[in-house]
Every structure is written in C-alpha cells, then in structure tokens.
C-alpha cells in the first residue's frame, strides 16, 4: 500500500491557495490518480502526451501573468521531463520537486533530472519550495504548514545525489 507523500504537495496548494493542476496520463489504461497523493479536490485532466502542456493549454492562456511552475509527478523521464522542456520553451521557470517525482527506474529518473537541470529547470525539495513559497514564519497557514513538513518523509533515493556519488550532476 502507498503511503501519503509527506510533505504533500496538494494539500500544500490547497493550504496556500496556489493554483494546482492535476493530469492523468491514459487513466483508462493505466487507472486513476490514487488517493494517497492527496489531490481530492482537483478535477483531472485525461492526457495521452507525454506532456502535459497541451491538456492544459487553456488554463496557461487564462494566466498570461504565470512565471512559475512547480512540477511534480510519475514517470520522470517521461511525464516530467516533456512537461518541463515545453515550460521552459514557453519563457516560464521550472521549479521540479525531486523527492516527488519517481520513475520504475532509478537510472531514468536521474538522467531524466539531470537533463531537466541542464535545460535551465531547478531542481528543490519538497520542504524547500515549500518554505519558499510561505516566505515568513509569520504567515497565517505557517502553523499548519509546519505540522505538514514536520511529518518524516520517506527515503527518496535522491541522497546520493547531493553526495558528489552521481556523476551527472558533478
């Protein structure tokens, strides 16, 4: 069984009142969104792209004032990779939540997160974007907010990352 991503990302949204999007990549083949991600409340949008730019296009033209967006999702040498280099060619900056995205194999996923970073998108954590997006202890949703990011987080596998251990990001 899955267990809820700590910290989660779309309870965080909610709590900060960021706009969040949700997509599904070919849910009648591969099933829906599972519920321990957190994302009750959010309408999914069916997509068969990799990419998920052109499943939301519509919402990205209601928001000419966009300048950022936080990614973060399965498949990363698929899903996220394609999303975030047709970001990047449409001016905005990516922000890839590492320990929130997977792939089924550890060596994509590290490719797929290399390349992200050398096309210009920044990789965080989960805890960091969160706390960049709060800005101040003295924010009204801190209280909750910090009960969130206190919660242990499991292992990401991203450690050795950040070790000098992976040669694609040396």
């Known amino acids: 069984m899955l267990q809820r991503l700590r910290p989660c990302p779309a309870q965080v949204a909610r709590l900060l009142e960021v706009p969040a ?27 068969t792209c990799f990419s998920m730019v052109p499943a939301v296009q ?6 000419p004032q966009l300048r950022s967006v936080l990614l973060c ?40 997160l290399a390349r992200m970073r050398q096309s210009g ?16 202890a003295a924010h009204p949703q801190f209280k909750e907010i910090q009960k969130i990011i206190k919660e242990p987080a499991p292992d990401s596998g991203l450690l050795g990352l950040f070790q000098g251990q992976n040669p694609l990001f040396r």
């Open 58 to 63: 519509q919402e990205l033209d209601t928001r």
């Open 73 to 112: 999702g399965i498949e990363t040498q698929a899903c996220i990779l394609n999303t975030t280099l047709d970001l990047l060619d449409r001016g905005l900056q990516v922000h890839v939540v590492v320990d929130a995205c997977s792939s089924r194999s550890q060596v994509d996923r590290l490719v797929a």
């Open 21 to 47: 999007v949700l997509t599904e990549q070919y849910p009648e083949g591969l099933g829906p969104t599972v519920p321990e991600l957190g994302a009750e409340g959010l309408r999914p949008l069916a997509k």
């Open 121 to 136: 998108a920044f990789l965080s954590t989960s805890e960091g974007l969160i706390l960049q997006l709060v800005g101040d």
